[in-house]
């Protein structure tokens, strides 16, 4: 093992102690959900973690929970992927003037990329002019498309104490009236 090798496992193993500055909700969040923040304090870390110098990621590296967050180019499946205007019209088999009405009535969860314009989350659509029921009443609680979007595809303690799971997976099982429920009470935790 080289000697910048053994520094760096060395580093590795000490505690480092990291002191930010947080809000009250935040601090009253850390307080009732220790376990949690932990758990998003620690992907946050693996994320920022598995990131080059330009913001590409690091798959190699990237920790298999959050590896579905990554968007690989050639990725076909609805996990983690994110299609434009005329994608999302082609997989729904409607028109994009369709695709923007949804979008605008909420029943279609998009938002605005800089560079890439606005983009649909694959996952949501179900099949042909269908998308995952329950979309438009989470986005009334959570109106912010990609804070809905974070809430609706992190495993999520809101759901029940017993198991984390996805909101998103619960929404597809029909359990829309429990989903909401979360993202109100995910909101209350954070405002």
Not at 134 to 151: C, H, K, M, Q
Request: proline fraction near 6%; charged fraction near 25%; glycine fraction near 4%.
């Amino acid at each position: 093992m080289t000697r910048d090798a053994h520094d760096s496992v060395e580093r590795s193993e000490q505690p480092v102690t990291v002191r930010p500055s947080l809000s009250r909700a935040a601090v009253r969040f850390v307080e009732t959900h220790p376990d949690e923040a932990q758990r998003i304090v620690a992907n946050a870390l693996e994320t920022a973690a598995a990131l080059d110098s330009t913001g590409t990621p690091v798959t190699r590296r990237l920790p298999a929970a959050l590896q579905r967050l990554v968007i690989s180019a050639g990725a076909d499946s609805g996990a983690g992927r994110v299609l434009s205007i005329s994608e999302a019209a082609e997989r729904l088999k409607v028109t994009r003037v369709t695709v923007y009405a949804w979008i605008e009535a909420k029943r279609l969860l998009a938002w605005r990329a800089t560079r890439r314009g606005i983009l649909v989350p694959a996952e949501q659509i179900t099949g042909s002019g269908e998308v995952v029921p329950g979309i438009d009443r989470v986005l009334a609680v959570i109106s912010e498309p990609t804070e809905a979007w974070e809430f609706l595809t992190e495993e999520s303690p809101y759901l029940s104490p017993d198991e984390l799971r996805r909101p998103i997976d619960a929404l597809k099982a029909g359990e829309v009236d429990v989903v909401v429920a979360a993202a109100h009470s995910f909101i209350d935790a954070f405002t």
